[in-house]
Each structure stands twice: as structure tokens, then as C-alpha cells.
């Protein structure tokens, strides 16, 4: 794990593997650190580079962050100052909808992107599950295939030495996702009509037990990207990332 | 020593058949515009009745898309009492400043009513609860900002000769000059409501505001935070004032103390189980991560945890019973505590208006006199 220095914020970086770069953000769990579905890309050549969003614990909070754009304009310096050329974007749940509006805003910096049970729609007629309004365990209840094993999915990323410490992470990892994605819930109104102009090759993946964004979001989603196919994963939920990191990085490493 | 009848304006009328929350998601079909029109006027007028019997100010309060207090707007009630009342102070705790759009309005508002009471006006500034931000859409991440931005642009606005300019991160104005400009000079008194938390009690102290612990916790609690809060106002250099600490607690007086507990509990279990359930939501980011937690574990000294009337009466959730105990409860509350305005919640839940109006005659004619004896200078500071 490194610290980088951003336009005066500190970004912790954690670099996995050595090869071809990718970019891998984040889930609304913050997992960034030693989890399997970091070590399966590296077996396969690939060098990960997972910054951690700022807000959530590792980085600095943005001073002035009040819009979408802020973040969005954040995140493409961080990019840009890891200096790795035009990079393929992996994003998961939260990371994915981020990944979505850097393709959008810059379209020519990236490769290709992948999008992993993405917010940053409102599609009509399938409402995705308030997550700040549950208790945790109801949540995690939601988001995972096999009920509420997030702590032991989590360990590896995070070490962290007890349920307090989780519980912290969690809390401040919910209060950086509600900084980006209170109002309007989790999507862009904006984003619908941008995404088919961004032109990047787009794989979208799904695990299809999501209880928190239904699955008409992937379609939507391949919808609007032309060229964009949809792979669904039936023994995942919301973060395939670590449900199950050795199918999900052969997808992947395949496409990429 | 002030005494201040504060009213939440609550729905009685739940059906027994509802049980869930009384915030953010309670049908608004389950409001009753008829039963509504009679509970408004009744809940002025025992607002206006309290200010006849002789308490020193009214309290009116802020909530949205709830049933527990039906004031949406906290200035409408205000401006109907500066009309009807001559004498009582009109204290606003509400104006949730951050989830409005242009501060210099509530600068405006509050400056009418301050003007048409001649100075009676208390204005009240707050962050608004948990609930709130979901009800208004308004992030929680920015929620203290948020307020301490547009505290600052309104008293600027006060105090500050229009026009001048205000380039804040939420608000911006070329022309800030609002009319009219408050009657209390340089404006009225502010005061502030906090659950506990360290950052508001010192911006509190720092300005030389006033400061009102949220109510409905266990004793326990009000001792540790108003302690805490005094420290924060001696660290600051300043004099011990009672004046710089309200307090807030329910309040029923009767014959005895077994017709007090008789006439009062069902409804006071209404208030507890029924419409504080849902009030505890803490949204994400409203609180610093830490504090979160902390209020989290705060919830077993919080009213909705409590399940006896011994509880109750140990803890100090409400005051109950006949004058002689009231008064020596409040006394020794007083003496603890140190705090300068007492606001009785001498309404509360499905309590009936008769009821509501026999305990504040009781109150202000059998228990006021007595504590205003105890502390004829008003009370003292341990410190």
C-alpha cells in the first residue's frame, strides 16, 4: 500500500502484480487490499492498481466536495498522475458508477471498462434497495449470495483487529458513499444520456442475487453502450469481487 | 429562572392497528384533515393558555413528514402567536438551517417577528434530525457545514451594514441586505439544541449562544453533557451564565402522585412506543463515524429503550407527581444541572386537552412560585 500525494490530498494506492495495468475501484465496502480477486488478476499478467476513494478510510476527505463532478474530476487526477497510460477501468458497485462517469468525461484516457453490479442508474420500475436506511445486517443480508459473511469477506482487505474496528470501517465507508451518492440515490440523472457516447469497449457483469440493485440496471446499462455485452454470474450477489474472485477474474482477464 | 411551555403538536391518532415508524415512511394518508384543523387550534391554544397562567415564554418547534410534532414550519406557529400573546417570550427551536435553500430568509423571518412582538422573539438554530435528511433529500454529509454557514451569513445579516457580499462554499450572494432588521439589539438571543456532541457545545460557548441538551435520555446523560458544556463555556473565558443553558423535559403535575402516574402514563407510553419510534436514525455522515457509534450505544439511556414506570421515575425521563414532588425534583435537576430556561413538554402523546391545560394551571400556579423561591437570583453554576 502506498500514499499518493494529490493536489495535496493524500490517496492510498494498493498496487498487486506486476504486467498489464488495470484499475480496479472499489465496492461502497471499501475493499482494497490483499483480497483473491486482486491475486487471481495478477496470475493472470496483470498489475492491479486499486486507489482508495477519497472519504473512505485510507484517503483524505475533498475539501469543497459538494457535486458529483468534484469527486469525478478527483478521481481522473489520481489517475492520471499514477501516469499508466490509457488504462482499463474495473469498477465494483460504487467504483463501477465511477468508472462509468470517468469513460463519459474522458473518454480517450481509458481502455476499456468493466462494470461489476454498477450503480449510477434509476431505472424505472426496478428500485434499488436504500442503503442508508437499513440496519447493516439486513444489508449484507441483501448484498451477498450467502447471507451476512461480509466480515470474513472483508478480513483479508482490511485486517482488521476486531468488530469495532469493522464496524468503524463501515460507518465511515457509508459516510463516503453517502457524500457521493445521497441525492439523487445512487445514479446521475445525467449519466443515461452521456453513457452511449463514451464509445469504450464495455463488459458489464452481474451477480444476479444482488438484492440491492436489480438486475434490469445490467440491462440498462448494456443498453446504453453500444456493443456492451452482459455476463451474469447466478451464485453472486452484489460484489462478485469477493464472492467469487476466480470466476470473476477469468471474465475479466478474458476480456481485458 | 424562566419557564418556557414548549409543544411538539403531536398526532394522537394512530391506529392501533399501525405499528411501525412514526418518521420518514408513516403514511401521510393516516393524517386527518378534520381531526387536524380541531388539534391545531387546540394546540395554540394551549400554547396561548400557558402565557395567560403565567409562564415566562412558548416554544415552538421544527419536524417534517412525521407524526410526532406536526410543526412544519416553525415560523407560521410563531407568527400566529406574536398576534395573540403580549407578554410571553416566542421561542423558535427549529429552523433547520441546512435544509433550506437561502438563509437570509430565515434572517428575514425571524427579523419580522422579532419586530412585530417587539422583541420577544427567540431564535432558535438547528441541524435538524436524522429523519430529515431523508425526508428532504438534503446530504448529510454536508449537514454541519451546511449550518455553520448559514448561522454565520444570519447573523452577518443582522448585525453587518447591508449591502454586502457573502461568498460561502453552499451560499452565494451579491447582495446581502435583508429588511427588516431585528428590534433586539444586535439580534435576538440564538439558541442551539445538541445531542452530545463536543464540536456544537464549543461553537456554542465560543459565540456566546445558548444551549439545550435533546431531551428524552436518562439523567445520566443531561449530567454528563451539561457538564461538559458548562466546561466548554468556562474555557472560553466566559463568567458562569445559567442563561447559556436550557433544558427540555416532560412534565405532568396532578393532586398526587398517583393521580399524577394515573392520569399520565398511557399517554406518555403513546409518545415513547409509538411516536419516538424511527426518531433514532442517524443517517450517514450526520455524525462523525465515532459519534455514530457512540449514539448508537447511547440508545439504551434513550426513552424508546425504557419499558417500566420505574424507569421512568428513576431515570427523570418525565417529571410526574403532585407539586411538592415536582418542585423537589426540578430543584434538584436545577441545582445539577445549572441551567437558566426550563421548557416543560407538558403535552405529550395523546394526552387531552383538559388534561394538558390542568397540569400547566397546576404547574404554574403550585410548582413555578416555589422553584422561582428556591432560586430567587436565579440558579448557580457548581463551577
Known amino acids: ?256 | 429562572m424562566e419557564f418556557y411551555s414548549f409543544h411538539l403538536m403531536p398526532w394522537p391518532h394512530l391506529p392501533e392497528s399501525y405499528s411501525d415508524t412514526a418518521w420518514i415512511t408513516c403514511p401521510n394518508s393516516l393524517f386527518d384533515p378534520g381531526q387536524g384543523n380541531l388539534l391545531y387550534n387546540r394546540y395554540l391554544d394551549e400554547l396561548e393558555y400557558a402565557e395567560e397562567v403565567g409562564f415566562d415564554g412558548l416554544v415552538v418547534n421544527e419536524h417534517h413528514q412525521n407524526a410526532y410534532g406536526l410543526m412544519p414550519s416553525p415560523n407560521l406557529f410563531a407568527a400566529m402567536l406574536a398576534r395573540r400573546t403580549t407578554r410571553a417570550k416566542i421561542a423558535v427551536v427549529g429552523n433547520a438551517l441546512p435544509l433550506y435553500g437561502l438563509p437570509t430568509r430565515v434572517a428575514e423571518e425571524y427579523a419580522v417577528l422579532d419586530v412585530i412582538t417587539g422583541g420577544r422573539l427567540i431564535a432558535g438554530m438547528v441541524v435538524g434530525g436524522g429523519p430529515e435528511y431523508y425526508s428532504s433529500g438534503i446530504n448529510p454529509t454536508q449537514a454541519r457545514a451546511r449550518f455553520s454557514e448559514a448561522l454565520d451569513l444570519i447573523v452577518r445579516a443582522w448585525t453587518e451594514p447591508g449591502p454586502f457580499e457573502f461568498h460561502g462554499q453552499f451560499f452565494q450572494l451579491e447582495y446581502c441586505n435583508p429588511w427588516p432588521r431585528p428590534y433586539q439589539d444586535p439580534h435576538p438571543p440564538i439558541w442551539i439544541p445538541g445531542i452530545g456532541s463536543i464540536e456544537t457545545m464549543e461553537m456554542v460557548a465560543q459565540k456566546g449562544y445558548s444551549y439545550t441538551g435533546i431531551p428524552f435520555f436518562h439523567m445520566s446523560v443531561f449530567e454528563k453533557n451539561y457538564a461538559t458544556f458548562r466546561k466548554c463555556w468556562l474555557d472560553c473565558g466566559r463568567a458562569p451564565d445559567p442563561g447559556a443553558l436550557g433544558l427540555l423535559l416532560p412534565i405532568y403535575v396532578a393532586e398526587t402522585d398517583q393521580v399524577a402516574r394515573g392520569e399520565y402514563e398511557e399517554h406518555l407510553w403513546y409518545f415513547a412506543r409509538r411516536l419516538l419510534n424511527g426518531i433514532q436514525v442517524s443517517p450517514p455522515g450526520y455524525t462523525t463515524a465515532r459519534s455514530a457509534m457512540r449514539m448508537a450505544e447511547a440508545q439504551t439511556s434513550f426513552l424508546t429503550s425504557v419499558s417500566s414506570w420505574k424507569e421512568i421515575v428513576d431515570g427523570d425521563y418525565a417529571i410526574v407527581g403532585s407539586p411538592t414532588t415536582v418542585v423537589d425534583k426540578l430543584c434538584s435537576i436545577i441545582d445539577n444541572l445549572g441551567p437558566g430556561h426550563l421548557m416543560g413538554l407538558f403535552q405529550l402523546g395523546t394526552l387531552p386537552g383538559e388534561l394538558t391545560r390542568k397540569n400547566l394551571y397546576t404547574f404554574a400556579s403550585e410548582v413555578m412560585p416555589k422553584i422561582r423561591a428556591e432560586f430567587p437570583n436565579g440558579p448557580t453554576w457548581k463551577e
Not at chain 1, 113 to 123: E, P, Y
Not at chain 1, 194 to 199: N, T, V
Not at chain 1, 231 to 249: K, M, N, Q, R, Y
Open chain 1, 1 to 256: 500500500m502506498t500514499t499518493l500525494s494529490v493536489d495535496g490530498k493524500s490517496v492510498r494506492v494498493f498496487q498487486f502484480g506486476s504486467g498489464k495495468p488495470v484499475v480496479y475501484l472499489h465496492s461502497i465496502f471499501g475493499e482494497v487490499g490483499e483480497i483473491p480477486f486482486f491475486e487471481a488478476l495478477a496470475s493472470r499478467g496483470y498489475r492491479v492498481i486499486a486507489p482508495i476513494i477519497p472519504g473512505f478510510p485510507g484517503s483524505d476527505h475533498l475539501d469543497n466536495f459538494l457535486k458529483l463532478e468534484d469527486m469525478i474530476y478527483f478521481l481522473g487526477r489520481v489517475i492520471e498522475v499514477l501516469d499508466l497510460g490509457r488504462v482499463p477501468l474495473v469498477g465494483s458497485s460504487l467504483g463501477g458508477w465511477m468508472a462509468c462517469e470517468l469513460g463519459t468525461w474522458f473518454p480517450d484516457r481509458y481502455e476499456k471498462l468493466v462494470l461489476i453490479n454498477s450503480f449510477g442508474l434509476r431505472v424505472e420500475g426496478a428500485r434499488v434497495y436504500d442503503i442508508f436506511r437499513g440496519s447493516q445486517h439486513q444489508m449484507w443480508d441483501l448484498a451477498l449470495a450467502n447471507g451476512d459473511g461480509l466480515d470474513s469477506l472483508l478480513e483479508p482487505a482490511l485486517k482488521f483487529v476486531d468488530s469495532d474496528s469493522l464496524k468503524l470501517h463501515l460507518f465511515s465507508a457509508m459516510e463516503a458513499t453517502a457524500a457521493i451518492g445521497w441525492n439523487p440515490y445512487m445514479h446521475d440523472p445525467r449519466l443515461a444520456d452521456r453513457l452511449g457516447r463514451c464509445g469504450l469497449d464495455t463488459l458489464i457483469v452481474w451477480g444476479t442475487l444482488d438484492g440491492i440493485i436489480p438486475l434490469a440496471h445490467a440491462e440498462q446499462f448494456s443498453s446504453l453502450i453500444d456493443g456492451s455485452r452482459v455476463v451474469e454470474i447466478s451464485t453472486c450477489g452484489h460484489v462478485p469481487v469477493l464472492e467469487d474472485s476466480e470466476f470473476l477474474a477469468n471474465v475479466v482477464g478474458d476480456f481485458l
